[in-house]
């Protein structure tokens, strides 16, 4: 008795502490050494963007982490493929990258649509999370490209 007493403690302790999420974010600033953000740095005098301190940028990292997961195999691999492109889109700006961030554009395009046309697969309510998700990229990417823009 006293055994299952302080294993059932044991586990009310566990689970009751809260825990700090760790970032996952894809621009974390570990991710490059001081060395490299300098030279990136150097590299991005056309873009003048940046990419550590954007909302828009964090909110896409924060999306590409917490995408769910659909029943639909299909708009699942398609969903992969548009986080792969947003993180090498992501990328590619932090880098100064243009002719990457271009190339990263036209691949997120693509997958954009082929998602709207697999949306019809899903019942409503993965319809209508995927639908939340995708305008807040969307909206977020084309908030980057105009800031972008509009400093050129």
Known sequence: MKRLYFFGLLILTIT???????????LSSSFYSEAKKGEAEA????????????????????LISSFPKFKNSAVNEEVNSLKYTLQNYLYAIDSGNISGKEKTLKNLEKSYKKIQKLRKYLNRDDDA?????????????TF???????KK
């Open 144 to 150: 980057i490209e105009d800031s972008m823009n509009s």
């Open 16 to 26: 009751s502490c809260a825990t700090e999420k760790p970032n996952v974010s894809p």
């Open 129 to 141: 999370v995927l639908n939340r998700y995708l305008v807040r990229l969307k909206t977020n990417v």
């Open 43 to 62: 590299a991005t005098n056309s873009f003048s963007i940046n990419i550590d301190e954007n909302v828009n940028a964090a909110e896409i990292s924060n």
